[in-house]
């Protein structure tokens, strides 16, 4: 079994802060990419940011400037510092890691369970 558990999500005021963390946990043999999208009511899920065990990472094009996704190899996590953020980063937010469970196994996509992010004043 493998879980990805996020955390740091919340209510802030626009021009605010909020890192989220994502840990996975579980059988894992190696993680390739890990990543964050986001779903906001009525809207498809988006990626925003994703990096590789490199640490090579792209965002889309409305978090750029605003937001530095980054992980911790050694702990299987990943983080999203997201700054100045807007009334439209609302939305719950997903982890994503694209891993290998075992020598033998095919890689595989698995997701975390959402937190939900709230910018208003």
């Known amino acids: 079994q493998v879980q990805l558990v996020e955390s740091g999500g919340g209510l802030v005021q626009p021009g605010g802060s909020l890192r989220l963390s994502c840990a996975a946990s579980g059988s894992i043999f190696s993680i390739n990419t890990m990543g964050w999208y986001r779903q906001a009511p009525g809207k498809q899920r988006e990626l925003v940011a994703v990096?590789?065990?490199?640490?090579?990472?792209n965002y889309t094009d409305s978090v750029k400037g605003r937001v530095t996704i980054s992980r911790d190899n050694a702990k299987n996590t990943v983080y999203l510092q997201m700054n100045s953020l807007k009334p439209e980063d609302t939305a719950v937010y997903y982890c994503?890691?694209?891993?290998?469970?075992?020598?033998?196994?095919?890689?595989?996509?698995?997701w975390g369970q959402g937190t939900q992010v709230t910018v208003s004043s």
């Open positions: 994503n890691a694209n891993l290998i469970r075992g020598r033998y196994y095919a890689p595989r996509n698995y």
């Open positions: 990096i590789t065990s490199a640490g090579s990472a």
